[in-house]
Every structure is written in C-alpha cells, then in structure tokens.
C-alpha cells in the first residue's frame, strides 16, 4: 500500500515538475520574444517616423515679414525594416510579413511654419491611419506624430547655401493582427540634426546628418488571451541611431514636389520619401 502511494506521489510529482518547466520554457520563449520585437521596433520604425520630417529648405524664412513663410502638404514614405520575430509569431502570414522589406508606408500630412523676430521654423508631422490589404489577412494600424523646431545658423543667400541646426521629437505606435494573434508597439525618439541645401530657380537639394535617442516597447496577445506579454520593462529596448539624408525639390510655382532618401547607420535600413506641398 506505502509503495502504491509512494509512485503515484513520484509520477504526479514528475508530471508536476515537467509541466513547470514546460511552462518556463514557454514563458522564457515569449519574453526572449518580445524582447527581440521591440529591438526591432527601436531600430527601425522610429527611424521611418524621423524620415516624415524631411523638407528641403533648410530653414524657410519668418512667418512674419512681407512675404509669409509657411507651408502644408501630403507625404508618403517606406522603409525597408527586418521584423523576423513579428514574422515568425504571426505564423508565416501571406505578404509583406513573409520577407525583409517595406513595412506599412502610410500616408503623412505636413506642415511648417517660419517663426519670428529670431531665425526658426516649426514643422509638425502626422501620420493619416491605414489598415492593411485584407487579402494579405492582416490586420494593421499605424499612428505616427511628431515636430520639430530648426535654427538658421546661416540663410540661404545669393552664394552661400542655408544651414540650420534642430531638434525633432517622434512618436509612432501601432498594431499588427493576424488569425488569432495581436501585435503592438510604441517607439519614440529624440534627434538632433543638422541640414544644409540651396535653393536654385527651380530645384532646391539638400544634405542632413542626424543623431538620436530611440526606445520602444511590444506586447503581444492572442484571442482569449492564452499567451499575452505587456508593456513591461523586460520587454522594452533603447539606444542610439544615426542617419544621414539627401534629396531636392522641384519648385511649381507655390507647388513642391520633394523626394528624399535616408540611410540609417549601422544597421544600412534606408528610407525613401517623396511629397507635394503647397509653400510660400
């Protein structure tokens, strides 16, 4: 009778001590996740939000002065970004998920606005929301918004190219769901830049360097919320990123259309944007 109950006490013991550490390996598995994912998100999507603040004149004059300075338009850019942990929780889904490259390009509505009395401009930058190709069966949402305020060092003259020195802020969280799983970030980033360009007759190109603060966060959760990760300090990443941009805009009248690329350094992710705007 004491042997009977003494090997079901082992094997329930054995049962017990398996599905614990069954269950830690699982656990350890979803935080090792999580953690990569928002990795990922810090290296790469506030670098695409960065890149929404783009504009070709270094600094575009003062908004009060004979002629206003200010401007509005419509953006749109891309960049390539590797999310091989979101691939690879979301099970292989059809679509952009399933190899390296553009993720979610949303649209984006800019603005700028020369200052007063001192040598500044202030942009603004918002992201308008888009949901994914239903046929790709993924569900997905993107907010981004952002500023940035720039100091003319040196105003486009005659000879001399504008130079301007700044600081941005961004800020971009979002979603990503597929089946029964879900997906979500925020990431932010701090930046400071310096941008010079000249202006022509019709075309105005210009070159920037920027350095910045990035951090994110990740969670996950899948329907009835049988595996879930939230914002916890575990899952949250940060560090330093440094890009360097180039681009033109063609003047039309009080049209301009402006196309830029971006390269972030070390990790070679570039950017590509292009934009029409109407400015004075």
Do not use: C
């Not at 500023?147 to 003259?157: E, K, N, P, S, T």
């Amino acid at each position: 009778m004491v042997n009977k109950v003494l090997k079901k006490t082992v094997l329930t013991s054995l049962l017990f001590f398996q599905f614990v550490s069954v269950y830690a390996a699982n656990t350890a598995s979803w935080e090792e996740s999580a953690k990569n994912f928002a990795e990922e998100i810090q290296r790469s999507l506030p670098f695409t939000a960065l890149t929404t603040l783009a504009w070709s004149d270094s600094y575009i004059g003062q908004l009060v002065s004979r002629k206003p300075h200010f401007g509005a338009g419509l953006a749109y850019g891309m960049s390539t970004a590797e999310f091989s942990t979101a691939r690879a929780l979301l099970g292989g889904v059809k679509g952009y998920l399933n190899t390296d490259g553009v993720f979610m390009p949303p649209v984006y509505v800019q603005a700028r606005i020369g200052g007063f009395f001192v040598p500044f401009d202030i942009g603004i930058v918002a992201s308008i929301p888009m949901y994914a190709r239903p046929a790709d069966d993924v569900t997905s949402e993107q907010q981004t918004f952002g500023g940035d305020i720039r100091f003319a060092l040196v105003r486009d003259g005659t000879k001399l190219p504008g130079v301007s020195l700044g600081i941005a802020y961004i800020q971009t969280e979002g979603r990503l769901s597929a089946k029964d799983m879900d997906l979500r970030w925020n990431g932010s980033a701090i930046e400071i830049k310096a941008q010079i360009s000249k202006m022509f007759k019709t075309f105005t190109p210009y070159f920037g360097v920027g350095g910045s603060y990035t951090w994110s966060q990740a969670s996950y959760e899948t329907e009835g919320g049988t595996k879930k990760w939230g914002m916890e300090p575990d899952n949250f990443a940060n560090g330093m990123l440094f890009r360097v941009f180039t681009g033109t805009s063609i003047k039309l009248w009080a049209l301009r259309l402006d196309l830029s690329m971006h390269l972030s350094i070390p990790d070679a992710t570039y950017g590509v944007i292009s934009g029409l705007r109407f400015q004075l």
